[in-house]
C-alpha cells in the first residue's frame, strides 16, 4: 500500500523516461544519498570504514564497469582484475612522473588510460564470442600479471616489487583519513553510477542490449557491431580502471602486482552474477553481498564450530568461503539467474499489494 | 478485396542471375527480377524453394557467389547488413529476431538506432542534446505504437508475448527505421484469421500512407493474391513464374509445383 | 642443437600432461556442450583424494600393491559420486539455459569443489609416489654431446596419455554407449526422442571424465606434488583448447603439444629478451591470435548461423 503509484500519472515522454519515475523510489533514493553522504561519515568507526563501507564503494563501481560489458553487452570478460590494475599503475605513473596533477585528477586520467587499453583488448570480440572471447581475457589477466611485475618502467624500478600511492589533498586540505577516503569514494561512484545509468537506458545501452540479445538482428537493424561492442569494453574499462586506481589510492595504500590478479577477476564476476547481470542496481548489491560475506563468515563460523566441538581455523573459514561462494553461484544460477537485483524488484511488487494478498 | 491496378515505373531494387550456394546445395540458380518503387512484390514458393535465402541475399545477411543487386542505382555484388540498414532497407524474420530482454518499446526504439547520433559524453550527462533526441524519437515510435495498436504492451518484455504480438512488435521495429524497402519473411505465419485481417491492413496502411515499396514471402495464397501488385515464384531455388497475379495464378508451371507433380 | 631438441621434446612432454587435462573438457564438451570449468578442480580432487587415501593406508601398513590399488579406488569412488551431484544438482536444472550460464554453473562448481576439496582432505603439498620413476634419463648421447635431458616420467606420461586417448577413441567409436553420447552431443531433442537417458548420459560423461582427472591428477600429482595449484591447470587447458579445437579428442593432444613446446621454446629463446616470465600468458596469446584467423580451432567443427 505504501508502495503504490496510482495518481501518479506521467504527463511527459520526460517524466515516463526518468531513471526513478515512482516518488517512492526517489524519496527512497534521496534518503539513502543523504544517509550515506551525511550521516555515515559522524557513526562510522575506522573498522567499518577500511572493512566495510570503502570496499563496498569501490567494488560497487568495479561491478557495475563489468556489468556494462557482460550484463548489458553481453560479452564474456575474465581480464577484469587485470584492468583494476591498468587503471592502479596508470594513476601511480601519472602521479609519480606529472607531480603537478592533483592525485584525483590522476585517478580520472587513469580511467581513459585502461579505457584506451580496454578497445585494443575488445577488438578481437569483433570476431569471437562466448567462451572463446573469454579466453582472450585471460590473455590479458595474465599478460598484466606479467607486465606489472617484469616490465619496470610500469612500476618506476622499485627494487621490492611494490608501490605506494602519493599522499591525498586537495587544495592543501588533507584527505587520507578513512572518512576522507570514503567520501571521496563515494563520489566518484555516484557520479559515475548516474554517468552509466544514463548511457544505458539511451540508444547505446540499447544498442549494447541488442547485440546481447541477438547480434545477427541487431548488424541487420542497422547497429554497427564494432561501435557498440568497442564503446562497452571502453565504458567497462574507465569505469574498472578508475575503481582500480581508488582501490589503490584510496583503500590500499601500497600494493603489488598480486593485488590485481585472477582472483580479483573471479570476485568481481561473481558480484556482477550473484546481484545481477544487466542491472546497475545488482552490481552494488552484489559488491555489497560479497564483501560483507566473508566477514560475516569470519564472525560466525568459529562459534558455530566451536558449539560442536569443532576448532575451526581461519583456512577452514576461508575454504568454507569458497564453498558457499560456489553453491550460492550455482543457487542464483539455476533459482533466479538476474540475481540479487531481480528478487529486489519481485520484493518491490509484493510490497505493492502488501498487506493485501492479491 | 478489389484487385489492385496501379501504375509503377521507378525500379527500386533490381536482382540480377543471383545464384547461392552452401557447400554442396544449391539454394538458389539464376534468379532475376525487379522490384518497383511503391508496389508490393510477393514472393511465392513451396518450402525450400530458397525465398527466405533470397530475402537474405537482398539485405546482405548471405553473399551470393555470382550475379549482383542493384539498388537505388548502385550495382554490388555483395552487400554488408548494416550498409543495407543504413540504405533503408528493413526487414522482418520468420522466426522472430526479437531482443528478448528488452520491452516492446525499447525493441522498437532500436529501430530508431541509425537516427540518434549523441555520442557517449552527452548519453552520460543526458541534458539537454540527448534528452530532445530521446524525447524526439519516442515520439515518432509512439506513433509507430499507435498505427499497429499495441499500447497495453509497450512496458511489457517480448519474451512474455503472445506469437502474434511478437511479430506486430517486430513489424514495429522494422517500421521505426522508415524504410524505402520493407521485407517482410512470411510476417502472417501462424496467425488466426482475424489477426491476419489486422496484418494486411498494417502492410496496406503503410504502403498507402508512407509510399513504403514492400516485399514479402508469404504462403496464404487468399492474402498473396489480394494484396500483391506483382509475384515471384520460386521452386527448388529456380524462378518458375514472374508476373501480375491473376497471370500467374493460371501459369501452368506454378500449378505444377504446388500440386507438386514430379518434375 | 641439442639444446633446441632438449628443450623441444622437454616442452612436447609437458604439453602431454596438458592434454591430459584438456580430454576431461573435450569428453564433457562432446556429450553435453557444457564447457566444464570445473576440470581443473576435479583433477585436484582426484589427486588429493588419492594421495591422501594412499597415505592412510601406507599408515596401516598395507601392502604397496593393496594400498595402490585401494586408493585408486577409493579417488574412482569420490569422482562418481561428484560426477553424481554435478548431473543431478547442475546440469538437470540448468539444461535448457545458454551454453554461458552453463560456464559459469561450472565456476561456481570449481570454486565449490576447490574449498570442498581441501577442507575434506587437507590443504597442503603432498607428494605422491604410485610407482612411476622420475629419474632423469639422457637420450641419444651417440648423436649428441652428452645426450639429450628427459624426465622418464614424462615418457611414461606420454605413454599413459597415449594408452588413454586410444581407449577413448575406441569407447566412443565401438560401444553403444559411445554411439549414444555422440548422439546426445550431437541433438538432446533427438537423443531422447529415440530413447537414450539424458541423466544417465551426463552421469557417465562426467565419471568418464572425473576418471581421466584422475589419472591426470596422479601423473601431475608425481611430477609436481598434489596440491592447489593443480586447479589452475584449467585455465592452462584453455589455449589448448583452442588450437585443437573444443570437441577433438586428437585435437586436444595436439593442441597440448603445440602449446607446450611453443610455451617452453618461448620462455627459452624469447623470454629473456623480454625480462623473463612469459610463460604465464605465451599460451594464451598464441591461443588468440590463433583464434583471429581460425575460430575453430585446427579440428573443430565450422558453425553456420543462420537466422
Known sequence: ??????????????????????????????????????????????????????????????????????????????????FMGIGAYAAYNLAIRLPFLNPFVCILLSGFVAAAVGIVFGIPSLRIKGFY?????????????????????????????????????????????????????????????????????????????????????????????????????????????????????????????????????????????????????????????????????????????????????????????????????????????????????????????????? | ?????????????????????????????????????????????????????????????????EGAITYK???????????????????????????????????????????????????????????????????????????????????????????????????????????????????MAGMNLEEKEDMCRFVL?????????????????????????????????????????????HDKAVIDAYLGVSH | MGFFLEVLIG????GVLYSLVALGFVLIFKASGVFNFAQGAMVLTAALALVRALDVFEQWHWPFAVALLSAFVFAAVIMAIIAWAAERLVLRKLVNQEGIILFMATIGVTFFLEGLSQSLFGADVYPLNVGLPKDPVFLLESLFDGGILVNELDIWAAVIAGLLVAGLALFFQRTRIGRALRAVADDHAAAQSVGIPLNQIWFIVWLVAGLVALVAGTVWGSKLGVQFSLSLLALKALPVLILGGFTSVPGAIIGGLIIGAGEKLAEVFLGPSMGGGIEIWFAYVLALLFLLVRPQGLFGERIIERV
Open chain 2, 73 to 187: 542505382g548502385q550495382r554490388r555484388s555483395r552487400m554488408r547488413p548494416h550498409e543495407a540498414a543504413e540504405q533503408g532497407i528493413a526487414r522482418t524474420f520468420q522466426n522472430i529476431a526479437l531482443f528478448r530482454g528488452m520491452s516492446t518499446l525499447d525493441n522498437i526504439m532500436t529501430g530508431r538506432n541509425l537516427a540518434m547520433r549523441t555520442g557517449l559524453f552527452w548519453q552520460a550527462l543526458r541534458l539537454g542534446p540527448a534528452e530532445r533526441e530521446e524525447i524526439d524519437h519516442r515520439k515518432a515510435v509512439e506513433r509507430i505504437i499507435d498505427f499497429l495498436e499495441i499500447q497495453h504492451i509497450r512496458k511489457v518484455p517480448v519474451g512474455q508475448l503472445p506469437y502474434g504480438l511478437q511479430k506486430r512488435v517486430e513489424l514495429g521495429r522494422a517500421l521505426a527505421a522508415e524504410p524505402e524497402l520493407l521485407l517482410l519473411d512470411e510476417p
Open chain 1, 1 to 82: 500500500m505504501i508502495y503504490r503509484e496510482a495518481g501518479q500519472y506521467k504527463a511527459s515522454y520526460q517524466a515516463d523516461q526518468a531513471i526513478f519515475p515512482i516518488a517512492q523510489d526517489r524519496l527512497a533514493m534521496l534518503a539513502l544519498l543523504v544517509i550515506a553522504f551525511l550521516v555515515v561519515p559522524f557513526v562510522a568507526s575506522e573498522y567499518v570504514y577500511r572493512a566495510v563501507l570503502i570496499p563496498t564503494v569501490i567494488l560497487s563501481l568495479a561491478a557495475i564497469g563489468l556489468n556494462v560489458l557482460m550484463g548489458y553487452c553481453g560479452q564474456v570478460s575474465l581480464g577484469s582484475g587485470a
Open chain 3, 11 to 14: 616442452g612436447l612432454l609437458a
Open chain 1, 133 to 358: 572471447l573469454a579466453c582472450a581475457t585471460l590473455a590479458a589477466q595474465f599478460f598484466g600479471d606479467w607486465a606489472f611485475l617484469r616490465v619496470r618502467w610500469i612500476t618506476n624500478d622499485t627494487p621490492s616489487g611494490s608501490v605506494n600511492a602519493p599522499p591525498l589533498q586537495l587544495f592543501g586540505w588533507d584527505l587520507s583519513s578513512p572518512t576522507a577516503n570514503y567520501l571521496v569514494a563515494l563520489c566518484f561512484t555516484v557520479v559515475l553510477a548516474l554517468g552509466v545509468k544514463n548511457i544505458v537506458r539511451g540508444h547505446i545501452g540499447r544498442q549494447w542490449m541488442a547485440i546481447r540479445d541477438m547480434d545477427i538482428a541487431a548488424e541487420i537493424i542497422g547497429v554497427r557491431p564494432m561501435y557498440a561492442k568497442l564503446s562497452a569494453f571502453a565504458v567497462s574499462s574507465f569505469l574498472i580502471g578508475v575503481a582500480g586506481a581508488m582501490w589503490a589510492f584510496l583503500y590500499l595504500g601500497s600494493w603489488e602486482p598480486a593485488a590485481f590478479d585472477i582472483g580479483r577477476s573471479f570476485t568481481l564476476m561473481f558480484m556482477v552474477i550473484i546481484g545481477g547481470l544487466g542491472s546497475i542496481l545488482g552490481s552494488a548489491l552484489g559488491a555489497i553481498f560479497i564483501v560483507l560475506l566473508p566477514i560475516f563468515l569470519n564472525q560466525a563460523l568459529p562459534p558455530l564450530g566451536a558449539a560442536v566441538g569443532w576448532q575451526i581455523s581461519t583456512a577452514t573459514v576461508s575454504h568454507f568461503e569458497s564453498m558457499i561462494f560456489g553453491a550460492l553461484i550455482v543457487f542464483f544460477l539455476v533459482v533466479e539467474p538476474r540475481g540479487l537485483a531481480r528478487l529486489w524488484s519481485i520484493g518491490k511488487e509484493k510490497l505493492r499489494l502488501w498487506p493485501f494478498p492479491h
Open chain 2, 205 to 249: 496502411d503503410v504502403n498507402d500512407e508512407f509510399g513504403t515499396t514492400i516485399c514479402l514471402i508469404e504462403h496464404d495464397m487468399g492474402v498473396v493474391m489480394d494484396i500483391s501488385d506483382r509475384l515471384v515464384v520460386l521452386d527448388y531455388g529456380k524462378k518458375i513464374g514472374d508476373g501480375p497475379p491473376e497471370a500467374v495464378k
Open chain 2, 1 to 65: 478485396m478489389a484487385d489492385r491496378v496501379r501504375s509503377l515505373t521507378d525500379v527500386l531494387l533490381s536482382v540480377e542471375s543471383i545464384s547461392l550456394s552452401f557447400g554442396g546445395v544449391k539454394a538458389l540458380t539464376d534468379i532475376s527480377f525487379d522490384i518497383k518503387k511503391g508496389e508490393i512484390r510477393a514472393i511465392i514458393g513451396p518450402n525450400g524453394a530458397g525465398k527466405s535465402s533470397l530475402l537474405n541475399c537482398i539485405n546482405g545477411f548471405y553473399h551470393p557467389q
